[in-house]
């Protein structure tokens, strides 16, 4: 296998796990900056009340963006191993 496929599945990782992995974190952020903004407003610093809502918003875009996510991951694995030989040799 030459450089030019390694670094070219390499690339194509790279950018399958930021296409599954960039909707809950820009979920998580969106939650978190409104939280720390609320905290600001009313001068609550409660370490808890930062968590609580990210992870909960994280459960919800996994319900919502799961299948989407299982999709993308499974078309990657499934184009890595119809193109196991080509890789190989």
């Known amino acids: 296998m030459s450089q030019e496929n390694v670094i070219a599945i390499a690339e194509q ?19 978190g900056l409104l939280v720390s903004i609320f905290q600001a407003t009313t001068q609550i610093q409660e370490q808890t009340l930062a968590f609580i809502p990210k ?28 193109n196991l030989s080509r890789f190989i040799g």
Do not use: R, Y
């Open 13 to 31: 990782g790279v950018w399958t796990v930021l296409l599954v992995a960039g909707p809950l974190l820009l979920l998580a952020l969106v939650v």
């Open 55 to 82: 992870i909960i918003a994280v459960l919800i875009g996994i319900v919502i963006f799961g299948p989407w996510m299982l999709g993308k991951m499974v078309s990657f694995t499934n184009e890595i191993f119809l």
